[in-house]
């Protein structure tokens, strides 16, 4: 099959094709023929590298992967039909994978489990024709999800939903600071945040992302790059009559996580899920303390709130968003778009 592989560390040449073998399939498992795969700042952190972190390479990268079941491995048949799933279902892939008996696990919260691990970064992803899956991982794609816009909700959908329900524990009438609005953690996140009945306020670098984040349901969207945003948030939270934000979503770490705390109200809560401009952050601890600010940190999400999720999704309450869709053999300008942050959404790869 022809596969996409990062070989090393380094920029955009360690990526390369190659055709390897179809992958065998195991007890409990099923072979799966992409249709398409996402891209998130993963893909990105496991190409470049990360300090203090060892990624087991070579590995082929992609974890939102959205495919059709072409074979079941031995065992999974009579567990799959009882979940009306088979040969030729449309499905989606759950990225993370855990051993499903740990404490972690059977508490409902895998991200915790110590076996935990994800496709595209501690196992081979979706840039290939095919890859293979435990049965646990699927879940049956939408009939009015298509191919493409399935690639687009796993990682970032997922994600934005623990960081607001789990971790922020986000209530209606709340207001909430969203960093990074075009990104797909925040573009989910900007949905979901309105479904749950809070007011949003979101940043963006660009002029032409401000409509496309006030169409999602963004309350006020501030262009960072030209105006300092903790002085926005102010003047809006003045109207509202409030002080501060009771929460806020940032995964840009050094650029805007100072600032970002400081917008907080008394008891407020930060979460972060990333550090996309950096990892090394000042912090004034005394405002931590006297303000009772809670900071929290979260990694993708459990099983049981992908269907949650998708469900969401397949009614129509939340909507997939993809900025662009590059074709298989074209995958390293994908990569480049990513990096280059311009994006609005997803940046989803067509395998077949």
């Not at 992302?209 to 309350?219: E, F, H, N, Q, V």
């Amino acid at each position: 099959m022809k596969t996409w592989r990062t070989e090393k560390h380094g920029g955009p040449e360690v990526i390369r094709q190659s055709d390897t073998p179809i992958p065998p399939i195991g007890p409990m498992q099923v072979r799966v023929r992409v249709e398409a795969v996402g891209l998130n700042h993963v893909d990105l952190w496991v190409q470049k590298g990360v300090e203090g972190h060892k990624f087991h390479l070579p590995i082929v990268p992609g974890g939102d992967i959205s495919g059709i079941i072409e074979e079941l491995g031995p065992g999974s048949k009579t567990v799959l039909n009882k979940n009306g799933l088979d040969v030729g279902t449309e499905v989606l892939i759950n990225p993370g994978v855990s051993c499903g008996q740990c404490e972690a696990c059977l508490d409902g919260f895998d991200p915790l489990c110590r076996s935990y691990g994800m496709f595209g970064e501690t196992l081979d992803g979706g840039c290939a024709e095919y890859v293979v899956v435990p049965i646990a991982n699927l879940i049956k794609r939408p009939k009015t999800l298509s191919a493409i816009n399935g690639a687009s909700l796993a990682i970032p959908y997922l994600t934005a939903w623990t960081m607001l329900t789990r971790k922020a524990q986000i209530k209606a009438g709340e207001t909430v600071l969203i960093q990074a609005g075009g990104s797909g953690v925040s573009v989910a996140a900007t949905q979901m945040a309105k479904l749950l009945g809070a007011t949003v306020i979101t940043t963006v670098g660009s002029d032409d992302k401000i409509d496309k984040s006030y169409a999602l349901g963004a309350d006020h969207v501030i262009n960072y790059r030209k105006t300092p945003f903790r002085e926005e948030v102010k003047k809006f939270l003045a109207k509202e009559g409030k002080k501060g934000c009771e929460v806020v979503l940032d995964h840009v770490g050094a650029d805007t996580f100072q600032e970002s705390v400081k917008t907080l109200a008394w008891g407020g809560r930060i979460v972060t899920c990333g550090a996309t401009s950096g990892a090394q952050v000042p912090l004034d601890l005394k405002m931590v303390f006297f303000k009772n600010i809670s900071i929290l940190g979260s990694t993708m999400g459990s099983k049981a709130d992908f269907i949650r999720v998708v469900q969401l999704v397949g009614s129509g309450k939340l909507k997939p968003v993809v900025d662009t869709v590059y074709p298989f053999a074209e995958l390293p300008s994908a990569f480049e778009r990513l990096q280059n942050r311009n994006v609005f959404g997803k940046v989803v790869i067509k395998v077949s």
